[in-house]
């Protein structure tokens, strides 16, 4: 609440700034009218005595309020007043669209990471609001792709997991020598692909951080890359050859849990790559 009423007093110190400062300039003004044209005694009397003669002549009696109305600080006072009025309007629509920003934040503080503001204007307030939407919008990318990487993670690593756990207990338990040697070997592929895993969150997160970045592009014989991750797994490769401008590293990995993920689900027929 305390946030909510300094936010709607902003528009209120800007206004009494501005009136603040045309009254100072008003009195300045005053002043220095006054020691140019009536610091002189003599000289004012003449001033005053052909002001009241223009007035008769034009059939206007002398009036202390009349006297006040033309006067220049009464003058510079109503101008002051009048900018004020006219200047009122624009500081409400800055501080409001200032709000609204402000409103936006606080929401993506609160959680709300879909919280998006209105861009109105190309002012360096319009600037700021687009940059917030653009903020928000990274932020939300990440969550998600953070939230669809601890699902990958949960599901991937429970099955290497387990099949480890079932390997040590072999080892654990008085088992002949062979069957020893198999569950050795199992846990030591297990433990590889462990690994592997790991090494596929961690790009993933490091590509999510910085997009692009990342990557080192090259020229890579695609056909050649696919026949030698195919050759891993005993699988012919049909095709045209192919140049490209990509990652090496990232498309042998692409290539890799393909294959991988074909002879995992698809045990009963041996993946085909054309």
Do not use: C
């Not at 006040?68 to 109503?78: A, D, E, Q």
């Not at 890579?220 to 401008?245: K, M, N, P, S």
């Amino acid at each position: 609440m305390a946030a909510s009423g300094a936010k709607s007093r902003l528009w209120q110190r800007l206004w009494l700034a501005l009136i603040l400062a045309l009254l100072a300039q008003a009195l300045v003004s005053a002043l220095l009218i006054h020691w140019l044209f009536f610091s002189d005694p003599q000289q004012a009397e003449i001033r005053r005595a052909m002001f009241r003669a223009l007035m008769a002549a034009q059939g206007i009696k002398p009036s202390p309020w009349r006297h006040l109305l033309l006067s220049p600080f009464t003058g510079t006072v109503l101008t002051a007043l009048v900018v004020s009025a006219v200047t009122l309007p624009l500081m409400r629509r800055l501080t409001r669209r200032l709000e609204t920003l402000q409103q936006g934040v606080q929401a993506l503080g609160a959680g709300d990471l879909s919280a998006r503001v209105a861009v109105q204007g190309n002012d360096e307030v319009a600037q700021l609001a687009q940059s917030f939407n653009t903020a928000a919008a990274r932020i939300e990318s990440l969550m998600q792709s953070h939230k669809s990487l601890l699902a990958y993670t949960s599901h991937e690593l429970r099955t290497p997991l387990t099949r480890l756990r079932l390997s040590l207990e072999t080892l654990a338990a008085p088992v002949p020598a062979a069957a020893r040697e198999v569950a050795l070997r199992a846990a030591k592929n297990d433990l590889t692909e462990l690994d592997a895993l790991i090494d596929d969150i961690l790009l993933a997160s490091r590509l999510d951080a910085a997009p692009g970045q990342s990557l080192q592009r090259e020229e890579v014989d695609l056909l050649a890359l696919v026949a030698e991750e195919a050759a891993r797994f005993d699988v012919e490769v049909q095709g045209d050859w192919i140049t490209l401008q990509g990652d090496d590293k990232l498309l042998r990995r692409a290539v890799r849990n393909l294959l991988d993920n074909a002879r995992r689900h698809a045990p009963g027929s041996p993946p085909q790559v054309r």
